[in-house]
């Protein structure tokens, strides 16, 4: 607006030494745009001369002409949500990463994504934040039943969204710098991780004051007051635990995008799938004995179905990467995402509706009355974390896929250049049996489609008394015949042989 404004300024003032029509334009600095008077004193045939003359015609040939200069929320919401090949550089952001010698297109790509995740992120992570300070009243008021140690331990549970805020902000702000990002996002994130596990591995008699202990043993309800605070650190811990194996499967399914002619990703969500299933019924299976519904029930077989649906179609990710195959991949997402979101609103449904006994939210006033596990203000808090945390948790195993990726293409260099073709040998000949047990199971049950029809069919032969295959039965018998004695030449051929009787064909 300013430079606009000034270099408009710049053309009135040279409009009064000119009369009115007539605009000297050799007079005027070549970046100068046209001001409104400027464009209003003239005549109206010298106004669309004026604007063609000064305002520059854009260039079509260059794909950055019509690019904007600063990407809006809109633009970084589409990045987060879609496919990283989809995230195109502005002007400013490819000439900052020109300028940090980032020409390559995919690593441009790469890098703009990161930047709109974590820059959406931040918003999550700054309410989640905030809503942990409120919280903080519960931990360190007058009537607080928590003692030094304990209050110790929830202030640093709710500062480690602050080391999450922190390394965030840095990472986004130097989103070009990609080491020295990833490693700042490295540091806040593993921070708070290990912050929110301290007070849940401590007993209830090491965080809470001595006389609340000694008067809940004295009632009988201490063991009941364990299993309330249990259920409240699995569901303040289900952002932590859960985002870390989803985030793997979501990072997994982006590098697969990115880099299609790498097979290291698809095994990497191969692996981590079952991982995020059971994590996800482990985290919910608790939750499901006490206080479950039909609503947790579908919300939690909902969630466990979803990696199972990669898991299914795994060759996807692990061949070679075709049009076809990428186009059956993309219908595979989208049907993950779909169990996904299901699941998540399921479980939102249970959080506000179930009524199991025990609400999981409400006001603070069922809370003071143990009406409910945790406030409204708390379970906002969990959603915001598990939205920031399940961003930056994608971004960090990204990172860890890229340079697994850049290290296994690196190895695989080094080895061909030390080995030579002898480093084929060991997976040739392990190629080779494997190819060759599988063509001679193939062939054994083409040439055998009835074997086991075959091998049911047995005789039980009188003298050895063992059930042998029919076949075999044929060919002892023909053995016992050639072994008993022919008739020699002396027995007279007179004597006619006796013709069997009745009796002897029925006995036979």
Known sequence: FFTITHAGMEGHTNLSSTSRGKIDHANQPPSSRPFFPQIARAPVKKRASIMSSESPSPDTTNPNCCQKETANVWTHLKRVFLPIRASIPNARERSKLESSSKTNEALQQFCVWRRSSLMVASPSVFASMILGFINLEFYLGNDSPWNGFGKFLFVMLELSDLFLFVAVCYAATKWHQVRRSTRALRIGWTISIILPLLPAIFPLEMVVDQFVVFDLKETGDVFYVKIELALRYVLQLLPVVVTVPSSAVRAALRIRHLMPHSSLPGWILLICAPFYSLVVLIALVVVTQVAGDVLLLIGTLLLVLKPCVYLLRGSLF???????????????????????????????????????????????????????????????????????????????????????????????????????????????????????????????????????????????????????????????????????????????????????????????
């Open 318 to 508: 692990v061949g070679v990467s075709t049009p076809k195959v990428e186009k059956q991949i993309r219908t595979t997402m989208y049907v993950g995402v779909a169990l996904g979101v299901a699941g998540i609103v399921m479980v939102t449904l249970w959080a506000f509706t179930a009524n199991v006994g025990i609400r999981p939210i409400g006001s603070e006033k069922d809370c003071d009355r143990e009406d409910c596990l945790l406030t409204y203000d708390q379970g906002a808090k969990i959603l915001f974390e598990w939205i920031g945390r399940t961003l930056v948790t994608t971004v960090i195993f990204c990172d860890f896929l890229i340079a697994m990726v850049l290290k296994d293409w690196e190895h695989a260099r080094n080895r061909e250049d030390l080995l030579g073709p002898d480093r084929h040998t060991d997976f040739e000949a392990l190629h080779q049996v494997l190819a060759n047990q599988r063509t001679t199971q193939k062939d054994k049950n083409s040439s055998n489609p009835s074997t086991l029809e075959d091998t049911s069919k047995t005789y039980k032969d009188p003298e050895l008394g063992t059930g042998i295959p029919h076949d075999a039965s044929l060919e002892a018998g023909k053995q016992q015949q050639e072994d008993v004695p022919k008739l020699t030449t002396d027995t007279p051929s007179s004597v006619p042989a006796p013709s069997p009787t009745l009796g002897d064909m029925e006995e036979s």
